[in-house]
Each structure stands twice: as C-alpha cells, then as structure tokens.
C-alpha cells in the first residue's frame, strides 16, 4: 500500500475511535466503573480477602454494588485507569472522561497490534502484516467492541495474537508468556491454547518439543508474576472461588447469535404455542432463557455442549498435527473460538470478537481466506449491535421485529451457515497441508 493511503487509513481508525471513546458503552461499563473506583485503592483485594470459607467481596461505586469474578490482570489495569481518574476527579464522579478511560486500556491494546504489525511485523512478514494491521484497524466488530461499547476483549485478544505472531517468528517462550496474559485477561482465551500449542510444536521455524517446553515455562513465569500480589494479599483462594464461577452463568445464551438462542427460540415458542397460538408465539421477542428453566423439561444441556466443543477442537487439531502455515493455523485458532461461542452454552454477544484478530492474520497471509474473514468480522459486529446499538442512549437503528420473525433468531441461522463455510474453509487448508 502507498503511504498516503496507510497513514489515510490510519487517520481514519484513529478519528473514529476519538469520537467513540467518551460514549457511554454498554451496560456492563457500569462494573468496569465500579471496579475501577475500588481497584484504585486496593488492586489485590478486588475478590476479598481471607475467610473461611473464602469471602467474596461486594464492591460498590455510584449506587452500583456487585462481585468480580474476571481474572486479575484486567483488575490491575483497571485500577490503573482508577487511579489515574483520582487525579482528574476526587469525587470520582460519572462523565465522558471517565468513560474514555475505561476504554483506554483496550485502545491502547489496539494500538500496540496494529504498531507491531507495522514495524517489526512488516519487516518480518512483508505485506501480509500490513493487510492484517488495517484490516483490524478499520474493521467494524474491533472499532464496535471496544472504542464504543467499552468490552474488555481488546486486552486479552491482541496478547493471544501476539503470542500467535512471537510463535510464527520462532520465540516459544514470549508466545507462552503472551498466552498466559490473555488468559489471565479474560478466559475466553483458552479456546487459543489448543491451536497455538499445536502451532509452537509443529510449526516454523522453532518447533519441537523443546520450543514446545519454552512456551509452557513462558507462560508460567507470566502467570506466576501477575498471580504474585493475590498471593501476597491472602487473596488466592478467594480469587480461585470468584474465577470460578465464571462457568455457573444460569443462561442458555447471553444474547450470542447461536445454536442455543435458537434453541431458545424454539423452547419458548412451545411453552406458548397452546395459549398464543403460533403466529404470536413464532413472532415474539426472544428473551435469554436460564439453563434452570430449560431443565424443567430437557436435560441440562452444559456438560453435553462442553464435551462437542472439545471434541470439535480435538478433531480439528488432530487434522492439522502435521503442520500448518502461518494464515491456515491462525484460521485454526479461529474455528477454535468460533465453536466455541456456536456450540456452548453462556455465550455473550462479544465472544466471537477472540476470532477476530485471528481472521485477519489469516486473511493477511492467505488471501483466498480474505472473504469468509470479513463474514465473521460483520456476523460479530452485527451480533453487539443488534443488542447494544451504540451503548447506552443509542439504541439499535433496526428493530427486532421488523422481520416478523425475531431478527436475532433469522441471524442466528445465518451465523450457522457463516460457521459452516468456515468449517468447510478449514477442513479444506487442513486436508491441504496435511495431505
């Protein structure tokens, strides 16, 4: 690309994400806030410390009160963001201010991909980090989650692909400390570890079972140094407790556009049917469900949908043991994600974005993979805004029942058929490179 046309580019993103940080963001900005207001006093203690059994704390802020159960490195920058916020304000009062700043952290996160791809990602890997940088610069899920509706995904997925970028370039042990940040962000990035364990082992140029061993000792040295101040707190066990519960979400689907909010749909529609009749039933707003409710009538559906999704993940592991280039294994660690938010329960309308920078180094690097990238781009990017708009005041341009059919329920069987063109595009690159 011309350098008129990259710094355009670049101007461009950097313009958007200016007049979007200062909006309010979605609702779950409110327990940013409040964990941030806490976090600037005492980074640690955010879980509660000590007790038996272990206590977990109620952290209030601006009439908002609840837990924490993410992982503690996004506590730490958090409290980061708080303390720089005391300075500004003592009163520490709600503002746009406060709203950019709980978005900095993500941004700044953005950033750094994006400056990494540019100078020594382009020295390294030519015109493919360049693609990849914009692409993920300008892409509306990236541009939707984190600079306007202030989601913490930013901070874990631009270290998992970093990692992924530290592998390709023959450097194990910071692609295990990179991993071990993401996780420690967010633990959606677990979904990552498969495909980029497999890459460490069997790709280029470092690969073996010794680079393999490098990752592993990078990421517990990561892990063990951000764990350090819970530890020193008293805080472990009560940060084990909270983090823990994680998994006991009572949802089918938190509002993902997937195989459970179809589900969803159905199991409402037939708890109707009799009383509406089925014009009013097929044609209501669909509502989260609670796993509870699902099994007055159905088996509890977790155990069965976490057992396909690591099976899936197995298999697509298995077919690519023999190796893969750089774009076929990140498109790899995206199908990983993307199963993941398809097929298991408690999915949010924001996981998918995990995929995202993962898609685009696929993109980068194999341009036949350009098209089904941009899908999964615009299938996420519909998924947030369909149920958060442009945050709180800004409510969606397109309205639910415009189809009759609940919109989100038509999206849904599209994200279907988007996921099946993707397990179609990486049984083909697997089936390529493993022949």
């Known amino acids: 690309m011309k350098r008129v046309g990259l710094i355009g580019a670049l101007a461009l993103g950097a313009a958007l994400r200016i007049v979007a940080l200062p909006l309010p963001g979605s609702v779950d900005t409110g327990s940013w806030k409040t964990w941030s207001f806490v976090g600037s006093t005492d980074p640690a203690g955010l879980y509660g410390v000590g007790g038996n059994p272990p206590e977990r704390r109620l952290l209030k802020w601006s009439g908002i009160a609840g837990t924490t159960e993410y992982p503690p490195l996004t506590l730490y920058e958090l409290a980061v963001v708080g303390r720089i916020y005391w300075t500004i304000d003592p009163l520490y009062a709600d503002s746009p201010t406060l709203n950019a700043l709980i978005k900095a952290p993500g941004t700044l996160s953005e950033v750094t991909f994006v400056v990494v791809l540019l100078t020594w990602g382009r020295r390294r890997f030519g015109d493919a980090a360049v693609w990849t940088a914009l692409a993920f610069w300008l892409n509306p899920a990236v541009l939707l989650n984190g600079p306007v509706l202030g989601y913490l995904d930013p901070q874990m997925a631009v270290p998992a692909a970093l990692a992924f970028l530290a592998a390709a370039a023959g450097h194990p042990v910071a692609a295990g400390a990179l991993a071990a940040c993401a996780v ?24 073996g079972t010794r680079a393999l061993l490098g990752g592993v000792s990078g990421g517990a040295l990561a892990t ?210 493993t022949a």
């Open 184 to 207: 420690l962000t967010k633990a959606q990035a677990l979904f990552v570890l498969p495909a980029l364990a497999l890459f460490i082992w069997r790709g280029v140029p470092s690969s």
């Open 224 to 433: 063990a140094l951000i764990l350090l101040p819970i530890v020193l707190r008293g805080a472990f066990a009560n940060m084990v407790q909270a983090v823990g519960r994680l998994a006991a979400h009572d949802m089918l689907s938190g509002y993902a556009l997937n195989i459970w909010w179809i589900a969803t749909w159905a199991a409402r529609v037939r708890a109707v049917v009799d009383e509406w009749g089925w014009w009013r039933a097929l044609t209501m707003d669909v509502r989260i469900l609670r796993i509870t409710d699902w099994m007055r009538f159905y088996p509890n559906p977790k155990p069965f949908a976490s057992a396909v999704v690591v099976a899936a993940i197995g298999w697509a592991c298995w077919r690519a043991r023999r190796g893969l280039s750089i774009g076929h294994a990140a498109f790899l660690a995206a199908w990983c994600v993307y199963v993941y938010t398809m097929l298991s329960v408690q999915v949010h309308e924001n996981h998918l974005y995990l995929a995202i920078p993962f898609v685009m180094i696929a993109g980068g690097f194999e341009p036949r993979l350009r098209s089904v990238a941009w899908a999964i781009s615009l299938i996420t990017a519909i998924n947030m805004y369909l149920f958060y708009g442009l945050g709180d005041g800004w409510p969606p341009l397109v309205g639910r029942r415009w189809t009759l059919i609940d919109l989100s329920v038509l999206l849904a069987f599209g994200n279907l058929g988007v996921f099946a063109w993707a397990t179609k595009t990486l049984l083909a690159a697997t089936g390529e490179e």
